[in-house]
Structures are given as structure tokens and as C-alpha cells.
């Protein structure tokens, strides 16, 4: 796993990063970089550490002092100083496992707290938002079954209706009365007929609320994601500015780290 802060060198130092992306992998996609041409380099917030990501006997070419200072210079620039690196989250670089680890004791256990009393409201708008998915899947479910029985229902009685006529024509061959064999037969291919009619109309009814089913369920999966997915938004947006202000609070930690 790639550390909070890393970046991509070429041959000639340039440096390539992005903010919010921190896979090195990530980041020649973004950039439209070949990966393997490039050297890989982390930064390690909590031991203060430039870090090289790669073997020097697999590297693309060799490394040199001037491709380390270029990483280096980049890091520096991100955060060599609590304004930088306070600038650097701000521009969507949030970390939270790592980050914590720069607050001061206090700090965290204040951090703790806040962001305990977040997850509670994130958690409870989790919960009204798959309650509501589940009362429309339900909903829906019980409109498809309503549905399905009403077709079972036509198509049973259109089968049983063509079975009476079928009988009719049936019984008077039994009791000879003077049908011929065309009648019969007609007879005969009207109740297959009725029922393939019956079959067809009950797969396209039953294919229709299925089709509807389906659609209102995949919209409401959809709306719930979305909402999941802005209420994880929201806690991080604030579980950010929480760390922003209590590092901020910390005494200057990165400077205290520093020495």
C-alpha cells in the first residue's frame, strides 16, 4: 500500500504526482505515464522518511542523488512545514490512519471523540436511507405478486375455460353423436391455441412486472448508493476539518517532529 504522499520520477527528474491519488499505479494512469519508466518514491509523514519503492537492480535506470532530491523537493513542498502539509489535506489528500499519528496525545483522544459522535450521525442516515430502500423493495415485491397471482389467475381460468370446450367436443364423439374427424381436429388445434394464447399472455405479463420490478429496485439500490456514498462524503469532509484544527492546535507538531 502507497503512502499518503508519493510520486513517480523520470530519467530527466521530473515528478509526477496528483492530489487525492496516492497509488503509484494510480498515478501514471492519471497522468498518462509509463510506470515502468519511472522511479517510484514515498514519503513517510510519521518517521519522516523518503523512502525509494523500488529495487535498484530492477529499476528502468539508474537512480541518482538528483532524482531523490527531485522526490525530495516534492515532498518538501507538501509538507515540510504544518501550513503545507495542512494545505496539502485540504486539497483532498486525507489519510486518516496516517494523519492521526501526527496529532499530539490529546489531540487524538479529542479527535476520538469527535469523530465518535460523526459515526453515530452518519450511521443513523445509513440507516434511514437502506430503511427506505427496503420499504420500496417491499413495495415492489409485493406489486410483482400481485401481479404474477393476477396472471396465474387469467391464465388458470382461460385453460380451464378452452379444457370445457374441448370436453364438449370430447363427449359427443363419445356418444356418437356425428362429428367428423375435421371438427375434432379443429377442436382439438383451438384448445392448443388457448393455451399457448394463455402461456404467451402470462409470460408477458408476469416479463412485464418483472421488467418493472427489476427497474424500481435497481433505481432504488441506485438513490441508497448514492446516498451512502455522500453521507461517507460528508463524515470525511468533517472528520478532515476536525484534524485540520486540531493539528492545527498541536503546537506546531511537524515542527516539533522535525527535530
Not at 541518482?64 to 507538501?78: G, L, M, P, Y
Not at 367428423?180 to 408476469?206: F, I, M, N, P, Q
Amino acid at each position: 500500500m502507497c503512502e499518503m504522499i508519493s510520486c513517480l520520477v523520470d530519467r530527466e527528474g521530473r515528478v509526477y504526482a496528483k492530489d487525492g491519488v496516492h497509488s503509484h499505479t494510480a498515478i501514471a494512469k492519471a497522468l498518462d505515464v509509463d510506470e515502468d519508466r519511472c522511479l517510484k518514491y514515498e514519503f513517510r509523514l510519521v518517521t519522516k522518511r523518503l523512502v525509494q519503492d523500488f529495487f535498484m537492480d530492477c529499476a528502468p535506470f539508474e537512480a541518482k542523488k538528483s532524482h531523490d532530491d527531485a522526490a525530495q523537493a516534492f515532498f518538501d513542498k507538501c509538507a515540510s512545514t504544518p501550513e503545507r502539509l495542512i494545505a496539502f489535506v485540504k486539497r483532498g489528500n486525507f489519510e486518516e490512519d496516517i494523519l492521526f499519528g501526527l496529532l499530539t496525545i490529546n489531540a487524538r483522544d479529542a479527535y476520538g471523540r469527535a469523530v465518535e459522535i460523526l459515526k453515530k450521525k452518519s450511521d443513523r442516515a445509513e440507516r434511514l436511507a437502506e430503511k427506505a430502500h427496503s420499504k420500496l423493495y417491499e413495495s415492489a415485491d409485493r406489486e410483482f405478486d400481485k401481479v404474477e397471482r393476477i396472471a396465474d389467475r387469467i391464465y388458470f381460468k382461460t385453460v380451464k375455460s378452452a379444457k370445457r370446450a374441448y370436453d364438449k367436443v370430447d363427449k359427443a364423439m363419445k356418444l356418437e353423436y356425428k362429428l367428423d374427424r375435421k371438427t375434432r381436429e379443429l377442436a382439438e388445434d383451438t384448445y392448443c391455441k388457448s393455451l399457448e394464447y394463455a402461456e404467451r399472455a402470462r409470460r408477458k405479463s408476469v416479463g412485464s412486472a418483472e421488467a418493472t420490478h427489476r427497474k424500481a429496485t435497481e433505481s432504488s439500490k441506485k438513490e441508497l448508493n448514492k446516498v451512502l456514498a455522500l453521507v461517507e462524503k460528508r463524515l470525511n469532509k468533517v472528520k478532515k476539518l476536525a484534524w485540520i484544527e486540531l493539528f492545527s492546535k498541536s503546537g506546531n507538531r511537524i515542527d516539533t517532529w522535525k527535530k
